[in-house]
């Protein structure tokens, strides 16, 4: 049995490829670090590209996860699956295989190279608040909760599937 760490929250996405199994393999990924647990996970989310614009649609989505991890080890542990699923950095926010973001950790606030916490734009970009506060929206960040924070953003073009939170595991099913 795993033990009872601190509470995280990351982000998913991706549109190259099939992103919904990458998130999932994700997922797994981080289930299987003996010190993180997957709690809860989001639906997932279809939301136009944001940034450059000029690029497919992506999936996104997010995660709870308990974990004894620091937050620089929850960081390491992402950049793992990202980098065990073929993610390639070319261009900002450009077309990816998969994204992994560590949104909030705990009530933390962390600012060290490479890792901002809470996610410095997190509060800016509706198709990450989308999938976070379907699974956590009371959740305060910078003061106000996720519910208030996605009200002032702009929504259009983010489609919750129709895919429930065992999405990840029922892509594992099927294999």
């Known amino acids: 049995m795993k033990r009872t760490g601190e509470t995280a929250y990351l982000g998913l996405g991706g549109n190259l490829g ?15 670090d003996p010190d993180t647990r997957v709690v ?27 974990t004894c991890l620091s937050p620089r080890g929850l960081l390491d542990l992402c950049l793992r699956a990202e980098q065990r699923l073929k993610r390639v950095r070319a261009e900002r926010w450009g077309p ?10 705990g009530d933390r606030t962390v600012a060290e190279d490479g890792l901002e916490i809470p996610h410095p734009r997190m ?7 989308a999938p976070l506060a379907e ?14 924070h ?25 294999r």
Request: proline residues 6%; charged residues 20%.
């Open 40 to 66: 809860a996970v989001s639906s997932l989310y279809r939301t136009p590209p944001w940034g450059k614009t000029d690029q497919p649609d992506f999936l996104n989505a997010a995660a709870e996860v308990s």
């Open 96 to 105: 990816r295989v998969i994204d992994l973001d560590v949104l909030v950790f």
């Open 123 to 129: 509060l800016e970009r509706a198709f990450v608040l």
């Open 150 to 174: 996605l009200a002032r953003l702009d929504t259009a073009g983010i489609e919750k599937l129709p895919s429930g939170g065992a999405w990840w595991q029922e892509a594992a099913s099927r």
């Open 18 to 32: 099939e992103p919904a199994a990458a998130m999932a393999a994700a997922l797994r990924f981080v289930e299987a």
């Open 135 to 148: 699974i956590a929206p009371d959740l305060v960040v910078a003061g106000e909760t996720l519910m208030v």
